[in-house]
């Protein structure tokens, strides 16, 4: 700011005049680089990339707190034949001998509002069940609503993969498998952005076909 300095008139009243007598003092120059360049402008933009990766990680804890999709599964398994039976029975699939056949029953449902799609399935990567037996063959599928078209499923050894494939809003699928020995089922997935959470073993539905082979 200007400095002021008064002098006034040393003569009485109402002749006395005082006028103030302003001395300028030359201002600093101001720097002429760009905006961009200054210190306040990268401070101020540190802050706001901080308050972006601070709203980026909130929302990813959201996302996976709470998923898009659910999925739940659960697995069962029934010997066929009668255990007071035991070794006195021999059993065939194909020229295969069984000697402990059970059916196990794999129910997949999507209890969500929406379908969960193909994409779900991070790389093309199948949602796989182990059942560590010396024999496994798929021998049905069942599905709810009966329409729904459950996704492709495949047997590798003792290993069940499913997928990829769409998964119907309110669809629940029921894979039926014919397995030696009594299963011990580990499943695996890498399904993106889905809640899969493991259910209590489905009771088995008999139907006619599927009563114990021998009962004594």
């Known amino acids: 700011m200007p400095h002021v300095r008064m002098e006034y008139d040393a003569r009485p009243a109402p002749r006395r005049?005082?006028?103030?007598v302003y001395d300028v003092h030359h201002l600093a120059p101001v720097a002429s680089g760009a905006f961009y360049t200054a210190s306040t402008f990268w401070a101020a933009t540190g802050v706001g990339v901080a308050v972006l990766t601070g709203a980026g990680?909130?929302?990813?804890?959201?996302?996976?707190?709470?998923?898009?999709?659910?999925?739940?599964?659960?697995?069962?398994?029934?010997?066929?034949?009668?255990?007071?039976?035991?070794?006195?029975?021999?059993?065939?699939?194909?020229?295969?001998?069984?000697?402990?056949?059970?059916l196990v029953r794999?129910?997949?449902?999507?209890?969500?509002?929406?379908?969960?799609?193909?994409?779900?399935?991070?790389q093309g990567q199948p949602f796989q069940v182990d059942l560590d037996v010396p024999y496994l063959e798929m021998v049905g599928?069942?599905?709810?609503?009966?329409?729904?078209?459950?996704?492709?499923?495949?047997?590798?050894?003792?290993?069940?993969?499913?997928?990829?494939?769409?998964?119907?809003?309110?669809?629940?699928?029921?894979?039926?498998?014919?397995?030696?020995?009594?299963?011990?089922?580990?499943?695996?997935h890498s399904l993106l952005d889905v809640r899969v959470t493991e259910l209590p073993a489905p009771p088995i539905r008999r139907a006619p076909w599927q009563l114990p082979l021998v009962r004594p």
């Open 17 to 20: 005049v005082g006028l103030p």
């Open 57 to 102: 990680a909130i929302w990813a804890a959201l996302r996976a707190s709470h998923p898009r999709w659910r999925l739940t599964y659960s697995t069962g398994h029934d010997p066929l034949v009668d255990p007071l039976v035991g070794g006195r029975l021999e059993i065939r699939r194909d020229g295969t001998l069984l000697t402990d056949p059970h």
């Open 106 to 122: 794999l129910v997949l449902a999507n209890p969500g509002r929406r379908d969960i799609p193909s994409s779900a399935f991070d």
């Open 141 to 188: 599928t069942e599905s709810e609503p009966s329409a729904a078209q459950p996704p492709p499923a495949s047997v590798d050894g003792s290993r069940l993969s499913i997928g990829p494939g769409r998964i119907g809003s309110g669809t629940t699928i029921t894979y039926l498998l014919l397995v030696d020995t009594a299963p011990n089922c580990r499943c695996t």
